[in-house]
């Protein structure tokens, strides 16, 4: 298989573990006998210091002529301890994913087996947890309309949704049902929000036509209880933006780190994918960064984007067998750690030899 494949490695530790996703697919490319191509482009705190603008246009070109787009991080605290900065690297990821249609975010968490004692959750909790969130991606709060008064007294951010929009996101999400455990929990604050409303109204028509499929509902104040109370509960979490935000960040506890989540961003035409994990700026540079996120990542990109599932299992494999070794970056093991490059070369060696 010929394929193009855009890399934007962003900002802090974005380009580390970038580079041990790009790793693995070389690896898997060779052993499969597949020409990947491999073309990077700038977004972020980065972009911004080289061209002024954290999405340039010569990125957008990039990721519309590739086949599939891999994202590490952006941020820059810089940016964050200057709340009256005009251009953040933020608006560049939100442009990104504004520009390119990505309306779904897709988070799948799980328990490891062998992670199970690094949580700071009880074992009997968190193990065979295994659920997904499918994230909206591109309206609510984080695209309606914002501003301040004259006096800069006040300031308002709008939360805003169609039914189109939570149409489009339900039917990926109920298909992904579907092919698992048959159940959708909708996770809103209906008993406030209009727009959550909508939600439960939309969804809950379309549910009629899958009587198969199982469809709870949840405030998001008690689904971000109920994640670390009994986590295996859920099956595929359907939710709007910024909830999807906060609780897939709060899952990531379940795994055992933030580092270790993967993600899909997928549109219409294009999807892109990254860990969910942000720029981490105090570790950029120390080699210290857990890459398996951004690696998971990698391989949902060979499945959801190329359909090559068997490619994309042996990387779940190798990235189990290497965790199985304590072949795990400092997040993980605080005690006996090894570097971002070992653990991404480690993983290659797996799936080379074995
Ligand atoms: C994420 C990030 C982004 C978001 C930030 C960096 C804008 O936290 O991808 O989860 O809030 O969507
Ligand atoms: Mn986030």
New binding site residues.
């Given amino acids: 298989m010929n394929r193009k494949i855009a890399v934007l490695p962003g900002d802090g530790i974005g380009p580390e573990v970038t580079a041990q996703a790009v790793k693995v697919l070389k690896a898997i490319a060779g052993k499969f006998n597949h020409q990947f191509e491999f073309e990077e482009a700038l977004i972020g705190a980065i972009a911004i210091d080289k061209t002024g603008n954290p999405f340039p246009e010569q990125t957008l070109k990039i990721c519309k002529s590739n086949d599939a787009i891999l994202f590490g991080a952006?941020?820059d605290p810089k940016y964050d301890l200057d709340p009256s900065a005009k251009i953040r690297p933020?608006q560049g990821?939100?442009a990104m994913r504004k520009a390119l249609g990505l309306y779904a975010?897709i988070r799948p968490v799980n328990s490891y087996p062998e992670l199970l004692k690094k949580s700071p959750l009880k074992e009997e909790i968190i193990k065979d947890t295994d659920f997904i969130v499918f994230r909206e991606?591109t309206g609510g709060i984080?695209f309606g309309e914002k501003g301040q008064s004259e006096d800069k007294q006040t300031a308002y951010d709008t939360c805003t949704y169609s039914t189109e929009e939570i149409l489009r996101i339900t039917k990926l999400a109920f298909e992904s049902a579907s092919a698992r455990k048959k159940k959708v929990t909708l996770v809103d604050k209906a008993n406030v929000l209009e727009t959550s409303r909508l939600w439960r109204k939309t969804v809950k028509h379309y549910a009629e036509e899958f009587p198969d499929i199982q469809l709870d509902f949840m405030f998001i104040d008690n689904a971000a209880m109920q994640i670390i109370l009994n986590p295996r509960q859920f099956d595929v979490i359907l939710t709007e933006?910024?909830f999807g935000?906060i609780i897939?960040?709060e899952a990531s506890v379940i795994a055992g780190s933030l580092g270790l989540l993967p993600?899909a961003s997928i549109g219409a035409e294009r999807a892109l994918y990254?860990p969910?994990h942000?720029s981490y700026p105090e570790a950029a540079g120390k080699g210290i960064a857990n890459p398996i996120g951004a690696i998971l990542s990698a391989a949902m990109l060979l499945e959801m984007s190329f359909g090559l599932k068997a490619e994309s299992e042996e990387i779940r494999k190798a990235i189990k067998k290497t965790i199985v070794a304590g072949c795990v970056t400092k997040d993980i093991d605080s005690m006996h750690f090894y570097s971002t490059n070992q653990v991404g070369t480690k993983i290659v060696d797996i799936l080379i030899n074995e």
């Fill in positions: 952006i941020g933020e990821l939100l975010n991606l984080y933006n910024m935000d897939t960040d993600s990254e969910i942000g």
